[in-house]
């Protein structure tokens, strides 16, 4: 396992493949659950408390994996593949269940 | 103020995806302009970020209405399909935004994996952006089909 990225951008790139995923999840949970959409409209608009759990997630989690020395423990192709494949179900995922929806 | 900020996050958003194209561009070039990657990521951070401010305005302040015309148009499905989508696969483009900054402080010169990484996030903005543009056109044609259509009926009943 070969890594010659910073912590910092490991951890940041590993916070952004979470943070999009937690976008799905976000998505999943207050579209099939009226008390969590009920419990988002509560902080204001559910799609500002959307984003803003989202950004903490990217900020907080991207803060703690850099401190963490994460960039032992991940490879630089495997950060690249996680933040492809976060993109692609992540983004992906949203379509879909919309879709479904429909 | 409503078609300002439509339109104003319509062009913040083709700019940022634009910079985004630049910054890949920049990374395939014989010789890489290091500052230049990183100057052009931040203005693609700004750029989405501005996006995520002028749109989501416009979306919280003033969609309820266009919503209405499309759920009761011929084309409902822009709303329940591509809005729905639209609005929460922008937080993709606007997260890989923040951290392409941080992707292109690495060494670009002399790390074959941060220009990668730097190259793919930029990358993954376009490909990401392009599917909000899309659902975005999508929406607007929504609301021209409503509109379209409660004019026909108006006229129907005048004459």
């Known amino acids: ?102 | 103020m409503k078609d300002i900020l439509l339109a104003a996050h319509e062009i913040v958003g083709v700019l940022g995806m634009l910079a985004a194209t630049w910054v890949v561009a920049e990374l395939r070039a014989p010789r890489i302009d290091q500052q230049t990657v990183r100057r052009v990521s931040m203005l693609v951070a700004h750029l989405i970020g501005g996006v995520c401010l002028l749109g989501g305005i416009w979306y919280v302040a003033y969609y309820a209405a266009d919503r209405g015309i499309i759920l009761h148009g011929p084309w409902p499905v822009a709303h329940r399909l591509f809005m729905e989508s639209k609005e929460h696969l922008f937080f993709v483009p606007l997260v890989l935004a923040f951290f392409l900054p941080i992707a292109s402080r690495e060494n670009l010169l002399a790390s074959a994996a941060a220009r990668k990484l730097t190259a793919i996030t930029a990358a993954l903005i376009v490909i990401t952006s392009l599917a909000v543009e899309g659902g975005g056109i999508a929406v607007g044609l929504g609301t021209k089909a409503g509109l379209t259509q409660a004019a026909a009926t108006a006229a129907g009943k005048g004459g």
Do not use: Q
């Open chain 1, 1 to 102: 396992m070969t890594n010659d990225l910073s912590h910092r951008a490991t951890g940041f790139g590993a916070a952004a493949a979470a943070a999009i995923i937690v976008n799905l999840l976000l998505v999943l949970a207050k579209e099939t659950s009226p008390a969590v959409m009920a419990g988002m409209n509560g902080l204001g608009h559910h799609w500002v408390t959307h984003g803003a759990v989202v950004l903490l997630v990217f900020v907080g989690l991207g803060l703690g994996l850099a401190r963490g020395g994460i960039a032992a423990k991940v490879s630089a192709a495997g950060l690249t593949r996680a933040l492809i494949a976060a993109a692609a179900i992540g983004g992906g995922g949203i379509v879909a269940f919309y879709g479904y929806l429909c």
